[in-house]
């Protein structure tokens, strides 16, 4: 009797793993493609515009991914994650430029360096927990950031820093390589949620949810909490680092900004909009908000919002103003995020569907005793 009810059950278990093949195989021929979105997107598919956008959507979702994996499976709260975000953009900079190495090694330069720094200030951070943790994060961010701005000879200071495009191959480079930073971005979004995958389901993930829910509980076990959050911070870093690269590629540059504090809640809204511990609803949260502050800002100069009167014109010519309203609408009305919120929707659909299957047995049960002691 169990073997028909637990058979579609290994099936709906590979509905997320081949439901997330398809979307890959999809958004890699999508270049290839002439689909257009009108309002969404600004070109069709296949032209560098709409591949620029897309690119940097799958970057922010990476982005979002390992903090997510902060925030959502550990429960660690940081101010400072575009730290390391901006060492991976900065570091592979200066490898290319100061150091002169070629790309891959430049690029194995910049995670290293963003792997030491998140040891170092994690192993310092993670002395305390709750919101003295968030300041201490905050505290290194802002350090990171006056570095940044004050080294201008290494850094570029406030104009930014170029990448030497010397030294990297010629098939990432230009607007007519445009497919193939796309192709590059995905790929490291791929990568950024298969090791978000394997952390969560490994036993470092289910240690990092345990102290997550009680700490002291862990410890009384006779494991050490503050080596598994210092893992999962480390390795938070470098896929933040990683984003860091595939942004410095992207653009050709990188901003001061990219080390910031405001680069962090940027990140945070990006989770919590798409529902914290949902790794496919941090993909959706950096996704949607990147298409947003990207499309938002045509909208608010367009010449419907220019017809229109002061009271109105006036906060809606501003894309902050206007996702600061979407962020509180969707923490009034869907205080799960997108993620949440359907998966709440999924749970009680089920529950429904247990219920009935419940009473139905129940009902024959009665129907069948009735019919017992008809005959008797």
């Given at each position: ?141 802002q350090a990171g950031s006056v570095l940044v701005r004050r080294n201008s000879q290494i850094t570029g200071g406030e104009e930014g820093l170029s990448l030497e495009t010397d030294l990297v191959p010629e098939f990432l480079v ?203």
């Amino acid at each position: 009797m169990t073997a028909p009810a637990s058979a579609p059950s290994r099936l709906r278990s590979f509905v997320p793993a081949v439901a997330g093949v398809v979307l890959v195989v999809f958004m890699a021929v999508l270049p290839l493609l002439n689909l257009s979105l009108p309002g969404i997107l600004p070109t069709p598919t296949y032209l560098p515009g709409t591949l620029a956008l897309l690119s940097l959507c799958m970057v922010f979702a990476a982005l979002a991914l390992s903090y997510n994996l902060l925030l959502g499976s550990a429960g660690m709260l940081s101010f400072g994650h575009a730290l390391y975000f901006g060492a991976g953009a900065y570091g592979l900079g200066i490898a290319l430029e100061h150091f002169g190495v070629p790309l891959w090694p430049g690029v194995f330069i910049a995670l290293l360096g963003g792997m030491v720094i998140a040891l170092v200030t994690g192993a310092v951070s993670m002395r305390v927990s709750g919101i003295p943790f968030a300041m201490v994060t905050l505290a290194f961010a802002q350090a990171g950031s006056v570095l940044v701005r004050r080294n201008s000879q290494i850094t570029g200071g406030e104009e930014g820093l170029s990448l030497e495009t010397d030294l990297v191959p010629e098939f990432l480079v230009g607007v007519v390589n445009t497919r193939n930073l796309y192709w590059f971005t995905l790929a490291v979004l791929v990568i950024v949620y298969l090791v978000t995958l394997w952390v969560d389901t490994s036993r470092l993930g289910h240690l990092a949810r345990a102290t997550r829910e009680n700490e002291q509980r862990v410890r009384v076990l006779g494991l050490q909490p503050y080596r598994v959050k210092l893992v999962v911070f480390v390795i938070a870093a470098v896929l933040a680092s990683l984003a860091g690269v595939a942004y410095m590629l992207l653009q050709s540059g990188t901003v001061p900004r990219a080390v910031s504090a405001d680069l962090t809640i940027t990140i945070l809204v990006m989770v919590v909009l798409g529902g914290v511990g949902f790794r496919w609803g941090a993909i959706v949260g950096g996704v949607l908000y990147t298409l947003l502050d990207q499309r938002l800002t045509v909208l608010a100069g367009s010449d419907a919002i220019a017809g229109l009167p002061d009271v109105l014109r006036i906060p809606l010519s501003e894309p902050l103003f206007l996702l600061g309203v979407l962020f509180i609408l969707v923490v009034m009305f869907l205080p799960g995020g997108i993620a949440g919120t359907i998966d709440a929707a999924m749970r009680r659909r089920r529950g429904q569907k247990v219920r009935g299957s419940l009473q139905t047995l129940d009902d024959a049960d009665e129907s069948s005793e009735a019919a017992v002691e008809v005959r008797s």
